[in-house]
């Protein structure tokens, strides 16, 4: 008797409708490959999705506590600032004027241009990739991260020189890549549209909080406020943590490595970040 059109090739095999060992194997394997096909479709949505502005404000202040750390530490131990750039524009003039006094004006300058590559190469990474992008921020901070780590390992690794000495690249090159990181984070207050919480400066930020007209409103009625009065408290407890640093046998090193797990939880965060809604 022929076999009937809607009869698969297992019924033909076995008769009693029960796929054979090999049917089963691959039908397993089948099953495997669209579970995988979907897990990594899932990722893949998970990462081009843009990330929410919301509570944005969160990690951007975290990022003060890294700016006190490392800039408190590297001007102990570098006679610079390797963040915050207005003091630095101070050192350059000062060293201007007397170049022969110190290489403090030398250690400013590199900070300065390399914090201005940073920002320069960070607006245009967001901006051409996507500003929100999430793996554009997750791949965004690595960069920044492996920024501090390389200069971590260099200051772990490297001679213990002075404020006042001669620049050496082992002094130079950590210089350049923690400003150039910190051009990147600063950049990321653009890109959340949070535009006074750039991490780096607090001139601005003292100026909008005591000029504020409901500086004593209720703690939940001025989020502006609530803002503007952590990011000082922040950067101070930052910066009292790296001149404890500055002040221990970990030195320098130590307030790098801690500004890097903190840099890390935040590359985390992004990567668990909500999404964006739609209308954002």
């Known amino acids: 008797m022929a076999p009937s059109y809607g009869t698969t090739s297992a019924e033909q095999s076995n008769g009693n409708g029960l796929l054979d060992a090999g049917d089963q194997e691959r039908a397993a394997l089948l099953g495997e490959s669209d579970g995988k096909d979907r897990s990594l479709s899932r990722v893949r949505n998970h990462m081009t999705e843009d990330i929410s502005k919301s509570w944005g404000d969160v990690a951007l202040l975290v990022c003060y506590i890294i700016t006190g ?3 408190s530490s590297s001007v102990q131990a570098w006679g610079s600032f390797a963040s915050m750039q207005t003091g630095n524009t101070v050192y350059l003039g000062l060293g201007l004027v007397a170049p ?9 300058i590199i900070s300065i241009a390399c914090f201005c590559l940073g ?7 967001h ?4 500003p929100r992008r ?9 960069i920044q991260l492996l920024c501090m780590i390389a200069a971590a390992l260099m200051v772990t690794l490297g001679p213990e020189d002075g404020a006042s000495g001669p620049v050496s690249e082992w002094i130079a090159i950590p210089i350049a890549l923690i400003a150039f990181q910190a051009g990147g984070q600063a950049y990321t207050s653009r ?3 949070y535009g006074g919480l750039t991490s780096v400066v607090l001139t601005s930020v003292y100026c909008d909080l005591f000029s504020d007209q409901r500086l ?8 502006e406020r609530n803002r503007r009065s952590a990011a000082p408290l922040l950067l101070l407890g930052g910066a009292m943590l790296g001149g404890l640093w500055a002040h221990s046998d970990f030195g320098l090193a130590g307030a790098i490595w801690t500004a890097v797990v903190l840099k890390g939880f935040v590359t985390l965060a992004w ?3 909500a999404a964006a809604p739609e209308d954002d």
């Open 191 to 193: 890109v959340l549209q």
């Open 127 to 130: 901006n051409y990739l996507g």
């Open 119 to 125: 920002s320069a190469f960070f607006s245009r990474y």
């Open 271 to 273: 990567a668990l970040w």
């Open 100 to 108: 022969g006094e110190s290489t403090r004006w030398i250690r400013a």
């Open 216 to 223: 004593f409103s209720g703690i939940t009625e001025n989020v």
């Open 134 to 142: 999430r793996w554009v921020m997750v791949s965004s901070y690595i």
């Open 69 to 71: 750390l490392l800039d």
